[in-house]
């Protein structure tokens, strides 16, 4: 029992961090649609999406688990990542491509999520 509710809560805190980017890029797109917007800005949009989901996924797994935050967050970072890339592959219909913003967004949302798991407060249960 303890094990199920262990992967509820990983897939609660995944889906939360995929409710997270929706309503950032949301507001992304509200801010370019009101002004006119260098596609640098867009691009470090994107990128601050990834850090805040991850980094708030990680402090959540990491304040649920309490012991080995780090590596929880980065669990909960590289999920939510290969959602985004599965994601990608099945709206545009392309295969997977390794190149070197693919791998650096993967290496941003790894981080980021250990991050947040290593700055989560443990709550121990007794």
Not at 27 to 52: C, D, E, H, Q, R
Not at 59 to 64: C, T, V, Y
Not at 95 to 103: A, N, W
């Amino acid at each position: 029992m303890k094990k199920r509710g262990s992967m509820l809560s990983f897939f609660l805190v995944l889906s939360g961090m995929l409710l997270l980017s929706a309503l950032i890029l949301l507001v992304l797109s509200a801010v370019m649609l009101k002004n006119a917007m260098t596609p640098n800005f867009v691009a470090g949009g994107v990128i601050s999406v990834y850090v805040i989901s991850s980094l708030v996924g990680g402090f959540l797994i990491g304040q649920i688990k309490g012991r080995q935050k780090f590596i929880w967050g980065v669990l909960i970072g590289v999920s939510y990542f290969f959602v985004l890339l599965l994601a990608g592959k099945i709206i545009y219909h392309s295969g997977l491509h390794f190149d070197f913003q693919t791998v650096s967004s993967g290496l941003i949302c790894a981080v980021s999520g250990m991050i947040g798991g290593m700055i989560a407060p443990a709550v121990y249960k007794s």
